[in-house]
Every structure is written in C-alpha cells, then in structure tokens.
C-alpha cells in the first residue's frame, strides 16, 4: 500500500470522526440548556487539523509524481508511439 492510499484512507477515516464531533455539538446545543462544555465545543477542531494536514498532501500529490510519469503518452489518453 503506497503512502497516498493510506493517508486517503486516513482522511476519509477521520472526516467520520470530524463529522461525528459536529453532529453531537448540534445536539448537545439542541438540547436548550445554554452552551455545552469545552470539550464538546472543541471536539471537531483536533480532526479538522488532521484533515487540513491530510487534505493538502492529498492536494499536492498529482503534482509530486515524477515528470517523465506525466509525460509519458499513454498518461494522457494517447496510444504509445
Ligand atoms: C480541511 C481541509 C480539507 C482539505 C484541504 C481537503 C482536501 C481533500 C483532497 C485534495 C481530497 C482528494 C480529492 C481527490 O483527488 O479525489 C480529499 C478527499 C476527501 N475528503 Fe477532504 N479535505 C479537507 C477537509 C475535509 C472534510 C472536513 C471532510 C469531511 C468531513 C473531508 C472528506 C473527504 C473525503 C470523504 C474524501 C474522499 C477520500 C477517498 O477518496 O476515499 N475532507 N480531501
């Protein structure tokens, strides 16, 4: 497994995890009872840094492939010479 399918799979691991966190501050608020504590507030923040960090690398990657890779014919939909 190459370091871009893990990390692809750590992204889409902790976007549940994010997604989870900010679920639960909308029930905790939905509840009516003034703010919820810290924690609950700034529980979607830790996963959110991993997925800008993630996300980014994710970003970049097509870019950081080697040239002659991208140059290569069959890399753009043409036959081989
Ligand atoms: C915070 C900044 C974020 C950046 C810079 C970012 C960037 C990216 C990039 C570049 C990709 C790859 C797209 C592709 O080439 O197909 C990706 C995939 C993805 N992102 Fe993010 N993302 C961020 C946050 C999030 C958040 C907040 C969520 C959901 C809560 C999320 C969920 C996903 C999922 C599910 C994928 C597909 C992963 C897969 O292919 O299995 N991302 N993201």
Redesign the pocket.
């Known amino acids: 497994m190459s370091a871009g399918v893990g990390i692809?799979?750590f992204?889409?691991g902790?976007?549940?995890a994010?997604?989870l966190a900010?679920i639960g501050n909308f029930v905790a608020r939905a509840q009516g009872s003034g703010n919820p504590p810290d924690w609950v507030t700034y529980a979607p923040l830790p996963?959110?840094a991993l997925?800008?960090l993630?996300?980014?690398?994710?970003?970049v990657?097509?870019y950081l492939r080697r040239p002659a890779v991208r140059r290569a014919p069959s890399a753009q939909g043409l036959p081989p010479a």
């Open positions: 692809r799979r992204h889409r902790v976007s549940m994010f997604t900010v996963p959110l997925l800008l993630t996300g980014l690398f994710l970003f990657q097509p």
